[in-house]
């Protein structure tokens, strides 16, 4: 009676939290990115406590407020795209499901919460999500560029950024399937690792992945993405861009791209911890990443030299990280 009691108690506090985070996605848009990375997490922690049963109560609970407090969209939102992925990540936590299988398999459950989600939106509610975010992008571009020229950009400059931001957009509609597919596990290892990190403090052990500076991707990632790049250099002269081929070839390119960038990651900080450099050299590399193409394209030059050549000398079995290791018992 008391381990239900509990359970029942921390599945309501925890139903609480992942309300407040709800409310802040939705009432505050410059922490919206930010929340968007850990909002199944309050039921990912439940379900890893628990189990799937109370964490199933806390996600209903979660939703049901969601739809009350801010409109039933929101509820569905949450319940959706974040449910399946949190039921799914804290049961194998639960279970003590190795770390990468969990991530795979919340990832799947992200994706079928994702195409759930944008059904039912469709079918009941006349919505198409993906149309009304892109509709959303066109409609707020230019109020972005008189945002700009009321800053100081000349009137040149900004009509230069608004063609090359609607080109991204062009972009981003194409490879949308890849940038899902992406999106399902990097969100999902986010949340394996910050609900690691907080239960670890609770004092229970839960097993973390390999140490960041002994990842490897696979080496099919570097022809793969060679393959795919001069396959779109080459349907793009022939005049065959909203061809099938084409759209396939850049979800490949785009997928693969992030891949190289995160082995490049990896050797930056292979260089951080090996040979002593400063942590300021990652959060830079990080900073560029993000705000300047040309450097991550940069990146996956240095991820594929790093896969084919073994710029860090790794072995074929990387020794066991620190935070896999469970303190001896007394």
Known sequence: MNHKTSAL?????????????NVVFYYIPFLTIFVNLVMPLPVVICGQRHGFKWSLLS?????????????????????????????IAGTCMYRKVPPVKTVLLASIGALIGYGANITIAFYLMGINPITAFFTGLDQALPQMVNAMTSVGMSGESAIQWQGEFQQSIEMMKIILPGALLL????????????ARRIIMRLGQFIQGFPDFLHWNMPKAVVPIYFLAFFAI???????????????ICANLWAITSVLLVIQ???VIYWFVRVKGFSRIWLYAAGFAAMFMPMVSLIFTYVGAYDLLFNFRKLKKQPPQGEGNKQAPSK
């Open 183 to 194: 999106y399902a596990p990097i969100i999902s290892f986010i949340n394996y690792v910050a």
């Open 264 to 266: 490049a990651f990896a």
């Open 233 to 247: 250099s080459y349907l793009h002269s022939a005049g065959l861009k909203d061809s099938l081929y084409f759209k």
């Open 9 to 21: 108690v921390e599945a309501a506090i925890f139903a609480a939290i992942a309300v407040l985070f």
């Open 59 to 87: 996600l209903i609970v979660a939703s049901v407020l969601a739809a009350m407090l801010i409109n039933p969209l929101q509820g569905l939102f949450y319940l959706g795209v974040y449910g399946v992925l949190a039921l």
